[in-house]
């Protein structure tokens, strides 16, 4: 359905992309991945024809196939409300059969004229697309209610709901229009966990091709059929069969073959090296330890030092050639340290018939719970159960309804927002870290650079950065400032695959206590020592996904 053929795009002197090709199917899914910044967005809006490509081209099959793009930033479309952006109306529908039944009786009672004829034509291409492309009432209410948009009227101005809101409700949008081939941006960003389960049970039942774009591990193993990996070195595309899962035991056993490969060839040019050495001051101190007239000698020495020199010459050649094995490269991740910090007591945190929420209404009520040192708890649960309000609560930035927060002794507490707010605009990196670490401005740019930024760009005004960018700012402060206790509210939403996987790594070395707000389940299977879930006004805790999933089953 999707042929795409030797694109290649530059902006400016930058290499982006370099002839990259696939073809896309009908009925597959495929993951696009690759970390930030090299290329995924730029490839999709070549497609959409959104950007020009330098050289190469796109071929929809049939021509006339609709595709369905669902960006980063959700664009309203000149719409109001939620109906209108969704284009939802049986009514509209109705309309239109009626004026076609209208039209085909008053061509039975006449002889046919032609502005009644045409008149028909129109108004039966019109009811045939909006039968195939407008959404019914129920389609739309169970797909508002699938991405957890229930509550959401369709006479809601769009200009009230929040960015998370407005970015379900744009793939709603895509959904509810069922194009032949959907390319998703980022599509599981703001999503709970239940609201992804459903969209993954949409994409299996998808009868189009579908090209995606995540850093949801999971998810794109619970999806993808195939994986096409963007290499922001060479700026190629090189595809894998199967989910993520496949595409990366396949992955480290070819960079393991590479790596073995080179290891030889290292191995066996040392012992060329040497053995050239080795033959080359034998010859020397024949030449040298024999008397002039003892020719055939000499003569014998030279005869071999030429020979090493020769052999010397060619393994030069063979290593300046393309026949070596090339070294596989380390791939560009984020190295995430936390400094030293003192113990806690036993007891983290403790939470005592607890409730909150907002002008006198509880979001949840009656907690209990106790966090101990060194446990490491996702805290899960719908949008709107108040995982962000809890976080407030336990940092003293909101006061509960009822009940207290108590933090043990000698917690030191660092948290991450969602929103980054946190963060000052004006503020550049290395005053962020200066601000709150006693270290030189060496030292500074040393630490910024563990966590990607390198030369002026500790100096880029934070208002100035990305999202990814400033979450990487984010956890710099929090390593920088020694806290043995994390809040962190979706700390991985802007975190590309590589720097997800170290900041696991990190997290799971980590000795102090983490309690953080996370959908991403990959994540937290790698990272979690325990659930805390908030459902229906209260909180339970669960050993693991499975054990909330069964514990659900059974509730159902």
Known sequence: MLKVSNITKHFGNELILDSVSFVLNAGERVGLIGPNGCGKTTLLRIIMGQLVPDTGGIQIVPSHARLGFLEQGFAQHGAETVAQFLQVGEETLAEVEERVATLAVELSRQEPQAHLLEAYSEALTRLESLATTQPAVHEAES??????????????????????????????????????????????????????????????????????????????????????????????????VGNYSAYIETWERQREKQLSQWRDEQDEIRRIQADIHRTAMHAMSVELTTKPHDYTIRRYAKKVAKKAKSRERKLERYMESDERAEKPKLSWRMKLEFADFSESGREVLILENLAAGYDGAALFQGVDAILGAGERVALIGPNGTGKTTLLKVIMGRLAPLTGRVRLGTNVRLGYYAQEQELLDPTSTPFEVIRAVAELSDTEVRSFLHYYLFSGDDVFTPVGALSYGERARLTLARMAATGCNFLLLDEPVNHLDIPSRTQFERAMTSFEGTVLAVVHDRYFINAFATGIWALQSGGLRRFVDLEDLSRANHNAS
């Open 143 to 240: 797909v508002l209610a699938g991405l957890g948009l229930a509550h959401v009227d369709f006479e809601t101005p769009l200009a009230i709901l929040s960015g998370g809101q407005k970015t379900r409700l744009g793939l709603a949008g895509l959904l509810l229009h069922r194009p032949d081939v959907v390319l998703l941006d980022e599509p599981t960003n703001h999503l709970d966990i239940e609201a992804l389960e459903w969209l993954e049970a949409w994409l299996r039942c998808y009868s189009g091709a579908a090209l995606i774009v995540s850093h949801d591990r999971a998810f794109l193993d619970n999806t993808v059929t195939s994986i096409l990996d963007l290499d922001p070195e060479t700026h190629t595309l090189t595809g894998y």
